[in-house]
C-alpha cells in the first residue's frame, strides 16, 4: 500500500510566508494610497529665482534690501513683498502690482511707475526723487517724510493717502485725486497741481509758494497756517476752507469761489491781515 507523503511547515516557514504577503499587499496599495492623496501645494514665493532675474512675480517675498537698480519688472505682482531698503533706482515697474507692499526707505529715484497699484503701501522715507507715478493707484499709501523733488503724479490717485512731513517739490500733479489726503507740513513749492481735487485735505503747516493750484478743487480744505505766497489759485472752489494763519501774499485768487471761507490772521493777497 501506497502512504501519501505530508509535507510539515515550521513555525519559522508560516511566519516567512506571513510577512511576504504582508508585503505584497502594501506594495500593492502604496500607489493607489498615494494616488487618493492631493499633492501638497507648493505656496513659497520662488525668491531666489526672482532675484537671479528669473521671473519678474513674488508675492509676499522677503526682498528687504535687495539691490533691483535698472530691472524690468513692468508688470510685476509684488503685492504684500518686503521690500524695505530695497535699491528699485531707474527700475521698470509700469503696470506692476504693490499693493500693500513696504517700500519704506527704499530708493525708487527715476524709477518708472506709470500706471502701478500701490493702494495702502507703505513708503515712509522712501526716495522718489524724479520718479514717475503718473496714473498710479495710491489710494490710503503712508507716504511720510518722502523726498519726491522733479517727480511726476499726474492723474494719479492719492484718495486718503497720508503724505504728511514730506518734499514734493516742482513735482508735476496736474490732475490728481488727493481728496481727503493728509499733506500736513509737507514742501509743495513749486508744485502743478492744477485740476487736483483737494477737497477734505489737510494742508495744515504746507508750502505751496509760488505753486500752481489752478482750476483745483479744494472745498472744505483745512489749511491753517499754509503758505500760498504768489500760488496760483485763480478759478479753484476755496468753499468753506480754513486758511486761518496762512500767507496768501500775492497770490491769483482770480475767479476762485471763496464762499465761507475763513480768513483770521491770515496774510491776504493786499497784505492786510484777515479778521
Not at 525668491?47 to 537698480?69: Q, V
Not at 517739490?169 to 490728481?176: K, L, P, S, T, V
Not at 492744477?194 to 500752481?212: E, K, N, P, Y
Request: hydrophobic share 45%; net charge positive; charged share 25%.
Amino acid at each position: 500500500m501506497l502512504r501519501r507523503r505530508t509535507t510539515r511547515i515550521t513555525p519559522i516557514a508560516r511566519l516567512l510566508f506571513g510577512l511576504a504577503a504582508a508585503f505584497v499587499l502594501l506594495f500593492a496599495a502604496g500607489p493607489a494610497t498615494a494616488g487618493d492623496q492631493p499633492a501638497e501645494p507648493n505656496t513659497l514665493p520662488d525668491r531666489e529665482a526672482f532675484l537671479a532675474g528669473a521671473g519678474k512675480h513674488c508675492r509676499g517675498c522677503d526682498l528687504r534690501e535687495a539691490k533691483l537698480n535698472r530691472r524690468d519688472l513692468s508688470g510685476a505682482d509684488l503685492t504684500g513683498a518686503d521690500l524695505t531698503g530695497a535699491v528699485l533706482h531707474r527700475a521698470k515697474l509700469a503696470n506692476a502690482r504693490l499693493d500693500h507692499a513696504k517700500l519704506q526707505d527704499a530708493n525708487l529715484n527715476k524709477a518708472d511707475l506709470r500706471r502701478a497699484s500701490l493702494i495702502g503701501t507703505d513708503l515712509a522715507g522712501a526716495l522718489l526723487y524724479g520718479t514717475d507715478l503718473s496714473g498710479a493707484q495710491l489710494e490710503g499709501a503712508v507716504m511720510t517724510q518722502v523726498h519726491m523733488a522733479h517727480g511726476r503724479l499726474t492723474r494719479a490717485v492719492l484718495r486718503g493717502a497720508d503724505i504728511s512731513l514730506s518734499t514734493i517739490m516742482d513735482a508735476e500733479m496736474a490732475g490728481c485725486d488727493l481728496s481727503h489726503a493728509n499733506l500736513k507740513q509737507s514742501n509743495l513749492n513749486g508744485a502743478n497741481l492744477s485740476r487736483c481735487d483737494l477737497t477734505a485735505a489737510l494742508l495744515d503747516g504746507a508750502g505751496f509758494v509760488q505753486a500752481r493750484v489752478k482750476d483745483a478743487k479744494l472745498q472744505g480744505v483745512s489749511a491753517r497756517q499754509a503758505d500760498f505766497y504768489r500760488a496760483d489759485l485763480s478759478g479753484s472752489d476755496l468753499t468753506n476752507g480754513d486758511f486761518r494763519g496762512s500767507r496768501l501774499q500775492q497770490a491769483d485768487l482770480d475767479d476762485a469761489i471763496t464762499d465761507g471761507i475763513k480768513m483770521k490772521r491770515a496774510l491776504l493777497v493786499d497784505g492786510t491781515v484777515g479778521q
